[in-house]
Nanobody, 124 residues
Framework: QVQLVESGGGLVQAGGSLKLSCAVS????????MGWFRQAPAKEREFVAL????????SYADSVKGRFTISRDNAKNTVYLQMNSLKPEDTAVYYC?????????????????WGQGTQVTVSS
C-alpha cells in the first residue's frame, strides 16, 4: 500500500524558512512524478512544485519560483520542499502527492496518492 507522510510544517515569521519532508513507502517510485500542492482556507488546492523521481527534473509555480526548492533522496525514499523567503500568502496546508507515469502534469486530479497534509503558517 502506497503511503505518503508529510512533516516539517509550523509557524514562521515572514522572511523565514521551513523545510517540508514527505516520506514515501509501499512501492518504488521510478517513473512517478512527486508533487507538492497547497490549499489555503476557502481556496482551491494549487500546484506548488514537482519532481520527476527518475531524473530529478523539476517544475515550479510562478508564485514560488526562486524561493522554493523541491528535491528527493532516493536512499531515504523522501521528497523535500525547502521554502525560503516565506510570505504570509504562503500560509496553507501543504500536501505531498504522487502521480503514476512520468508526464509532467500540475493538476491535482492527475495525482493518485496523497499525504495527510501539514500546516504552514507565515505571520507578518
Amino acid at each position: 500500500q502506497v503511503q505518503l507522510v508529510e512533516s516539517g510544517g509550523g509557524l514562521v515569521q515572514a522572511g523565514g524558512s521551513l523545510k517540508l519532508s514527505c516520506a514515501v513507502s509501499g512501492r518504488t517510485f521510478n517513473g512517478y512524478i512527486m508533487g507538492w500542492f497547497r490549499q489555503a482556507p476557502a481556496k482551491e488546492r494549487e500546484f506548488v512544485a514537482l519532481i520527476r523521481w527518475s531524473t530529478g527534473v523539476t517544475s515550479y509555480a510562478d508564485s514560488v519560483k526562486g524561493r522554493f526548492t523541491i528535491s528527493r533522496d532516493n536512499a531515504k525514499n523522501t521528497v523535500y520542499l525547502q521554502m525560503n523567503s516565506l510570505k504570509p500568502e504562503d500560509t496553507a496546508v501543504y500536501y505531498c502527492a504522487a502521480k503514476i507515469g512520468s508526464a509532467v502534469v500540475t493538476t491535482p486530479d492527475a495525482y493518485a496518492y496523497w499525504g495527510q497534509g501539514t500546516q504552514v503558517t507565515v505571520s507578518s
